[in-house]
């Protein structure tokens, strides 16, 4: 791992660069990040970790042998654009783009390269992530094995094919927003039966590790770990059946297929686009 290039300079390129300055995978200098126009946000990346920034994309690329795509997913084509003079074949290139495809990529750099698509989440800025990779026909089981460990100082990492990275998305994605939705609910409750701010926090928040520590090191399922909570005729009993009344599993559910469909829906407009700029080109 000689050099990497970032293109795209938001949170969660910075957790990755964290992730792997703290593991020391890689030292700072080796890593350059570029973005659109915050010069602000460069210079603390450079200041806190140590990497070389520009805005000289000939700079960044040259003897980069992996390049990250960290930029918003509607920003692809422009950013891809500018950078494809430099990208060569025997780059590795990595996005972190929801709904965005190898094809699409491959397509936009005009080439055959090699591509993982990765697809972490926010908590990664802790080192608590879910992260999903998935990889075209070309990329070794050496450079997959690398983007593998680079991955793992941010959190889990799994491998899937990548007809299944739209239900990552959906699932795990975006799923932390999922959970700090159901904080803030609990949070309100809270003030509702009278406990205080700082006090329902630490307890819901603990509740929450608690319980996903047991689903972690539980042999049960969770399904059995809720029985054995609920007693008949309890606390637990009263407060599962409102929210069974308000179907909010069902609400769940729902949630995260809509989610899916919405990063299918962003892929396949991408796509699209593409494919009628090719003909107008033909």
């Known amino acids: 791992m000689k050099k990497i290039a970032i293109i795209g300079a938001g949170s969660m390129a910075e ?84 709904g965005v495809s190898m094809n699409s990529i491959e397509m936009l750099a005009g080439m055959s390269i090699p591509i993982i698509r990765a697809m972490p989440n926010t908590s990664a800025a802790i080192g608590q992530s879910a992260t999903a ?30 007809k299944q990275l ?7 994605g975006s799923g932390p927003a999922y959970i700090y939705y159901l904080i803030e609910a609990m949070e309100k409750s809270a003030a509702e039966i009278g406990l205080e701010g700082e006090l329902a926090q630490k307890l819901i928040v603990q509740t929450l590790i608690g319980a996903a520590g047991m689903v972690a090191k539980s042999t049960k399922p969770p399904k059995q770990l809720r029985k054995e909570v609920t007693s008949p005729g309890g606390t637990t009993e009263a407060g599962l059946k409102v929210l069974k009344e308000k179907q909010v599993q069902e609400a769940f559910i729902q949630c995260i297929k809509e989610a899916t469909a919405q990063s299918e829906r962003m892929g396949g407009a991408l796509a699209q686009a593409l494919e009628e700029e090719k003909l107008k080109l033909q």
């Open 15 to 98: 957790a990755l660069i964290s992730g792997i300055i703290e593991k020391q995978l890689i030292i700072g200098d080796q890593i350059w990040v570029t973005n659109r126009s915050n010069q602000e946000k460069l210079n603390s990346l450079q200041h806190q970790y140590g990497v070389q920034t520009s805005y000289n994309l000939e700079q960044i690329l040259t003897g980069a042998t992996i390049v990250i795509l960290a930029m918003k997913p509607k920003d692809v084509a422009s950013a891809v654009e500018q950078i494809k003079p430099y990208l060569s074949a025997d780059m590795l290139i990595v996005s972190l783009l929801a």
């Open 133 to 162: 990779l998935a990889a075209n026909s070309i990329v070794s089981d050496e450079q997959l094995a690398l983007i593998k460990t680079m991955f793992d100082t941010v959190g889990l990492t799994v491998n899937v094919k990548e």
């Open 166 to 172: 739209d239900a990552v998305t959906g699932l795990s």
